[in-house]
C-alpha cells in the first residue's frame, strides 16, 4: 500500500478530497472506505435501532455481534438479544471502528472478541464475550487478521 499527500488549491482550507485507487473493490478495499467516513464524519457512540414500537439507541461499547439472515438482522448485546429489518451493509456504515465484517451474514464487535478457532473448510469460528461465536469465513478473514494486527 501506499499512502502520500498531494496539494490541491482548487479546495477550500477546510476541504479534503480522498481518493482510494486499487484494481479492483475488494471487502478490504470496501472496510477501508468505511473506516475513513466514520474517521472524517460523525463520531456518534451508539446505534439506533427500530423496532416494532420504540427506536432503541444501543452503545457500541455493548454490541457484541450482528447477524442477518435474508432481511432479519439480529444485534446481539452484552445485556440483550434485539431483532429487526434491514441489510447487513446498511447497519455497517453507521458502525463504529470497532467493527468488522467478517462473513457475508455476520459483523462483531472487535472489543468483544476473545478468540480465533479453526474451523470447517479453512473458514474459522469467532468466540465472544458471553459464549457467542460466528463463523469467520475465508473471504473476510484476511480482513480480520490486518484489521488485528496479525
Do not use: C, W
Amino acid at each position: 500500500m501506499h499512502v502520500s499527500f498531494e496539494p490541491d488549491t482548487n479546495l477550500g482550507p477546510d476541504e479534503i478530497s480522498i481518493a482510494v485507487r486499487a484494481a479492483e473493490q475488494t471487502p478490504a478495499i470496501t472496510a477501508l472506505i468505511h473506516d475513513i467516513h466514520r474517521l472524517v464524519g460523525k463520531s456518534r457512540t451508539v446505534l439506533p435501532v427500530r423496532t416494532n414500537d420504540r427506536v432503541l439507541m444501543l452503545k457500541y461499547q455493548n454490541i457484541i455481534l450482528i447477524e442477518v439472515n435474508r432481511e432479519v438482522l439480529t444485534i446481539t448485546t452484552t445485556d440483550q438479544t434485539i431483532t429487526t429489518r434491514g441489510h447487513l451493509y446498511q447497519i455497517a456504515q453507521e458502525l463504529g471502528p470497532t467493527f468488522v465484517q467478517v462473513s457475508r451474514y455476520a459483523i462483531l464487535n472487535l472489543d468483544h472478541l476473545q478468540a480465533l478457532e479453526a474451523g470447517f473448510s479453512g473458514a474459522m469460528v469467532a468466540r465472544l464475550s458471553a459464549n457467542h461465536r460466528t463463523t469467520v469465513s475465508r473471504r473476510y478473514l484476511k480482513q480480520l487478521e490486518q484489521r488485528l494486527g496479525i
